[in-house]
């Protein structure tokens, strides 16, 4: 009989990496789904639904990300400020012109599951609405 194997938290923290994406191009869902699955770490052998096992995520271009038919102009996200009337809804439009960063910030924590490890895991994630980044020398070629 084969015994379950759970790696340790200081195997999982010094096995981290690091991930570069170009967003160019790329459908806003696919490339959310994409990292979400690189910052819980299901892509490693090693996955552990109860520990945080993910790598890091460094994604650029996000002014350039695409979304197909008319989310542009039909997709709103909404906010409330707590108080009567305090409901705001910005279209995605006007968000994408205003930080195309968030965009993507937002598709990927709402892929996440909603508990401690989700705070830890979008820490990991770095985004750049342009090529520049200060993270080029981590990366593995």
Known sequence: ?????????????????????DATGQTLGRLATRVAVLLMGKHKRTYTPHMDCGDFV?????????VTGNKMEEKVYFSHSGYAKGAKET??????????????ELAVKRMLDVNRLRAPRMKRLRLFSGEEHEFAGRFAK
Do not use: G
């Open 91 to 104: 279209p995605l439009k006007r968000q994408f012109e205003k930080d195309s960063t968030k965009v993507l």
């Open 58 to 66: 460094v994604v650029t271009n996000t002014n350039k990300i695409k």
């Open 1 to 21: 009989m084969t015994k379950t194997f759970l790696p340790s938290v200081k195997e999982v923290d010094t096995a981290r990496k690091w991930h570069h994406i």
